[in-house]
């Protein structure tokens, strides 16, 4: 037992890196729906700082009721942003590279790897995650409408596309370099929006490898961390609702 | 004259940096069909070199039928890849940010600077450019069908709220930062696929924004020399057509 908090004693790998004191900052939505809870974009950066080991400090904003000044920090009001010091970075993509700047098991050192790893990153944001944004619009957004059910053969035959090589490259390879990046922290976020589909579910070595992601404690973590904050925050009243 | 090629003498800025002893090698096909001239995206890294000064080779494959082995080195068979030495680099985006760190003309130093041009780089590839590709499905590559008409209203509707914060910046800024980087290349590129549309000339400042991209004589170089390509590789016969 830890005297000072009554409970049991945590390993190191159970401990969150969330710390108010942390010199990076790391802003999320204090409350989403249910349908984006432990989907909200800021779960990329969590996860890599509690993969590396990088203290992060999160400052929660309202997603309902953005503040004008926000947008001064990210142009779209989209989370994540990310302070560290006196820089200031927005878009996932380059929160992940900032902090593979910092750790070397985010991002190799190696040239060659180091290469490779930005990229698979590139291709998780720029190849494989666009079809999938115009997914969730079919099956989810505009499920109910005429042209998503008109769509969905001919996006789901575009994606089966993206998902092959992908495949090809993990049916040999445990990550999509020799070891996790910020390329697989990238890739597997992106997958998880094909989590409940058969296109993910016929792609076996790609669901084993988001099965993988998914079951590192450093994900573990970092999706704790982001629910606890919507947990601590009720929903929102909805004027005139 | 140049007595050389009995050709008007060519003044540095009109020089192209096509080179075959470049050490830097970026992947483009030979040929492909019209609509896609001077839009195929090893343009991005070929203007970034002509803004550098980087002198690069081009190798030329076959976008009918593309070799087996280049799934090697570009899982998705698509282009641009490059070679620089020893290092692979494949996605645009990856292309770009290796040229940007090789040259401060394309990525600043300092910290803060770069921190910036790095958020709008990915910005450009993960925030702005995917809408605009099932923008060019909706209007181009299905614009016949049923779903896309139904679509293009909510699409061009989403599409107006990505252009919007890049519309508020770039009223009272040349470029995204504070001089061209490599996330302008990457943000004008993407943009040019609206370019005969409304939606485009509806925000003026982002209007003005692509037009002086593409004003660039860096920029007139790298089409030119795409276009070269294709120039040299006639359109190949189809089977059984």
Redesign the interface.
């Known amino acids: 037992m830890d005297p000072a908090t009554n409970l049991p004693k945590r390993t190191h790998s159970r401990v969150s890196m969330l710390d108010p004191a942390a010199q990076i900052e790391i802003v999320a939505f204090e409350w989403v729906p249910d349908f984006a809870q432990g989907h909200v974009r800021d779960l990329r950066p969590r996860w890599a700082c509690e993969e590396a080991g990088l203290p992060y400090r999160e400052r929660l904003i309202s997603v309902m009721d953005k503040p004008a000044w926000y947008?001064d920090e990210q142009?779209?009001g989209?989370v994540p942003a990310l302070r560290h010091g006196?820089?200031?970075?927005?878009?996932?993509?380059?929160t992940l590279?900032?902090l593979g700047e910092k750790s070397e098991t985010l991002l190799p050192r190696d040239?060659?790897r180091r290469?490779?790893a930005?990229?698979w990153?590139?291709?998780a944001?720029?190849?494989v995650?666009?079809p999938l944004?115009?997914y969730g619009n079919v099956t989810l957004f505009?499920a109910g409408?005429?042209?998503?059910k008109?769509?969905l053969p001919?996006l789901e035959a575009f994606i089966r596309?993206?998902l092959a090589?992908?495949e090809?490259?993990l049916a040999t390879s445990e990550w999509l370099g020799e070891a996790l990046t910020i390329a697989d922290i990238a890739m597997v976020s992106a997958l998880r929006a094909l989590e409940d589909s058969d296109l993910l579910a016929e792609h076996s070595a790609t669901f084993a490898y988001v099965e993988r992601g998914k079951a590192r404690p450093a994900f573990q973590r970092a999706i704790a961390d982001q629910l606890a904050a919507f947990a601590r925050h009720p929903q929102p009243q909805m004027e005139g609702a």
């Open positions: 947008f142009p779209w989209q006196d820089l200031h970075v927005f878009e996932s993509g380059a590279l900032h040239a060659a290469s490779e930005i990229s990153l590139f291709a944001f720029n190849t995650e666009p944004m115009e505009a409408e005429e042209w998503a008109l769509r001919s596309t993206r090589p992908l090809r490259r």
